[in-house]
């Protein structure tokens, strides 16, 4: 079952988005939950993860201290929640599952899942 990523948008630098992820009719249970991005051109790159049960986010440098992963139990949602935004920003961001250690968990090639993605454009 693929995941869904909403929330995405037109934003103009130093504005937020929060972006939602969604898995219909399955929990995150026991999943690490990953969010990428990715330019035309360019590879996914690395954003954020958590497992589903951690307290313990891991960021990318480059959205360090800007952008936050949470989730709602009751809504079975991983949000990530982004400020500060920059220009830079602008990709389609992805949602994905994962079973890996955490010393992967920045590598694309370990999730699966993956969904359409969701636009956000950082206007300057």
């Known amino acids: 079952v693929q995941l869904q990523a909403s929330g995405g948008g037109l934003v103009q630098a130093g504005g937020s988005l929060r972006l939602s992820c969604a898995r219909p009719?399955?929990?995150?249970?026991?999943?690490?939950i990953g969010w990428f991005r990715q330019t035309p051109g360019k590879e996914r790159e690395f954003v954020a993860a958590n497992r589903w049960s951690g307290t313990s986010p891991y960021y990318a440098d480059a959205v360090k201290g800007r952008f936050t992963i949470s989730k709602d139990s009751a809504r079975n949602t991983v949000y990530l929640q982004m400020n500060s935004l920059k220009p830079e920003d602008t990709a389609v961001y992805y949602c994905?599952?994962?079973?890996?250690?955490?010393?992967?968990?920045?590598?694309?090639?370990?999730?699966?899942?993956w969904g359409q993605g969701t636009l956000v454009t950082v206007s300057s």
């Open positions: 994905a599952l994962s079973r890996v250690v955490r010393s992967s968990w920045h590598d694309y090639n370990e999730y699966y899942s």
């Open positions: 009719g399955l929990t995150f249970d026991n999943f690490v």
